[in-house]
């Protein structure tokens, strides 16, 4: 194992996906057992590319954080 530090921004990431890895299984596993109908099924599915819009998004928020902190120091440093 590492030392790794994850940022917060990583730990959002990767409670979704989990959340979504975990949510996928449990669907197969119901529908395998017949405990949920196809259209069922088909209704509580994530799309397949509903991690990597996620953490776009997220990348994307940060992105507009970090601009906006960045220019309210600058205001801040110019006011002095």
Do not use: W
């Not at 799309?47 to 507009?64: G, H, K, T």
Request: aromatic content about 4%; proline content about 4%.
């Amino acid at each position: 194992m590492t030392n790794r530090i994850i940022t917060p921004p990583n730990i959002c990431k990767l409670a979704i996906s989990t959340a979504i890895s975990r949510h996928s299984t449990q669907l197969v596993v119901k529908s395998a057992a017949g405990e949920i109908t196809h259209q069922a099924y088909l209704a509580e599915q994530f799309p397949a590319n509903a991690i990597s819009i996620l953490e776009a998004a997220i990348d994307e928020a940060v992105q507009e954080y970090e601009e906006r902190y960045k220019a309210l120091l600058e205001e801040a440093k110019n006011a002095d």
